[in-house]
């Protein structure tokens, strides 16, 4: 058995072996070989050992998990992530592709700013990356004509950075010219004022934003997308009552999305930790999570993104208006919900939709998501009988902390494949090239 470091050394041009692999199709267990070439799967089976070989028997081969919703901070706030630092936290959390939100400083809302962060990705990221666009009351039409996205984000509440999109009217206007798929962040923002003002002084940020905010914001969006016959796709979804509206009105025009920060804290974390817990939407009650849960079992929820949203430390304990809002995620994802998928919660083979074939779907994403024939070699192998401890000082995040400091999980990730090129394998990262720009299918 060839070492895993010699692996990492290879070019896309030779051949790997990975040799009895645990693979999930159609919700079973198989055992197989694969052969990779060129940065692709080119054979699955019983296979002769060619190339460079590596021994799984064991492990379970997952498709490199893809991550929907990031924040990366770069341009403008590289104190708290810049590429390099979340491309290794993705990596140590079996993610090999991930979509960068457009909340900048400045904002990504031109061909000239998207090109800034092409160039600034390019050298520096470890995984494959993507890029939204942000849409303000005066951009759609430029951004239509903008190739090479996977979408277009559009701020109905405030939150980090200064996009927003408060108006109905305008908000009618981008969904009815857009070419683009729409991710919504989804708060009314005059109903978030109404109750920013009458509760501000208790300071408990799930008070005042309001399930009603998020509600309200996600009729109106599911209304508009029929009437004009668009997509949108609604990230972070946090309460009982949007999972009540999408059961009556989701249509195949809608997709929807869950972080692992609303499925496993609740508003008491925020209660007990402060700003540690604030996040735009915010933690809600257990009755929310519950629900939240049963849209993950029975598949109305369409995929997991982590709304990874690093701050310091420092920044975290100021007072509360002035604390920002997010939390860290990348490298927590998969354990949380590998450990939730052990314990019974959710199946692996529903896990695996969540977090891989579906988020490539929805984002259209060229050769993503699957193991199969053809498609690129990113994997995620992962120890079931291993053990993950979550703890800040392991963090490979810039910001060095999770919400989650403490817990041990059941499963770990072992190795990370991009492109054939393994990564990262048991705690480090072992090759440092730069991996691709996702390729957008029309």
């Given at each position: ?105 400045p904002p990504t809302v031109s061909l000239e700013r998207l090109e800034e962060k092409r160039r600034l990705a390019s050298s520096r990221c470890l995984v494959h990356y993507g890029f939204f666009l942000g849409a303000t009351r005066e951009n759609i039409r430029e951004l239509n004509a903008i190739p090479g996205v996977p979408g277009v984000k559009v701020y109905l509440g405030s939150s980090t950075g200064s996009l927003l ?236 902390w999770t919400p989650f400091h403490g817990r041990r999980l059941r499963g770990r990730v072992a190795m990370t494949f991009v492109k054939g090129i393994l990564k990262y394998r048991e705690g480090e990262i072992v090759s440092d090239r730069p991996a691709d720009e996702i390729a957008f299918e029309p």
């Open positions: 058995m060839a070492t895993p470091g010699s692996a990492s050394c290879m070019s896309h041009e030779e051949l790997l072996t990975l040799r009895q692999a645990t693979l999930l199709e159609g919700g079973r267990e198989r055992v197989a070989d694969l052969r990779i070439a060129g940065g692709r799967i080119v054979e699955i089976g019983r296979l002769e050992p060619e190339g460079q070989v590596l021994d799984l028997a064991g492990l379970l081969v997952l498709p490199g998990i893809i991550d929907a919703h990031v924040h990366v901070r770069e341009p403008g706030a590289t104190h708290k992530e810049d590429f390099r630092s979340a491309s290794e936290a993705a990596l140590a959390g079996g993610v090999t592709s991930f979509l960068d939100m457009p909340n900048n400083q999109v408060d108006d109905l009217g305008d908000l009618t206007r981008i969904v009815a010219e857009t070419e683009k798929l729409l991710v919504l962040h989804a708060e009314n923002e005059q109903v978030l004022r109404y109750f920013g003002d009458v509760f501000r002084e208790t300071a408990l940020h799930h008070v005042i934003r309001d399930n009603a905010a998020a509600a309200v914001s996600v009729a109106e969006s599911l209304m508009l997308a029929r009437r004009f016959g668009k997509r949108i796709h609604i990230a972070h979804l946090s309460t009982k009552e949007e999972i009540e509206l999408l059961r009556a009105h989701k249509s195949s025009l809608v997709t929807c999305e869950a972080c692992p920060h609303h499925l496993f804290l609740d508003q008491d974390y925020f209660v007990r930790r402060g700003n540690l817990g604030k996040m735009n939407p915010p933690l809600r009650e257990p009755g929310s999570v519950q629900a939240l849960w049963a849209g993950i079992r029975d598949g109305l929820v369409d995929i997991i993104a982590t709304d990874h949203a690093p701050h310091t430390l420092e920044e975290k304990a100021a007072e509360y208006e002035k604390s920002p809002c997010g939390v860290p995620g990348l490298e927590t994802s998969l354990p949380l919900l590998l450990d939730a998928a052990l314990a019974g919660r959710l199946s692996l083979a529903r896990l695996q939709e969540l977090m891989c074939r579906r988020p490539a779907e929805i984002f259209r994403m060229a050769r993503k998501g699957r193991i199969h024939l053809g498609y690129d070699a990113d994997l995620c192998v992962v120890d079931r009988g291993g053990e993950t401890v979550v703890s800040n000082d392991r963090q490979r995040t810039r910001c060095r």
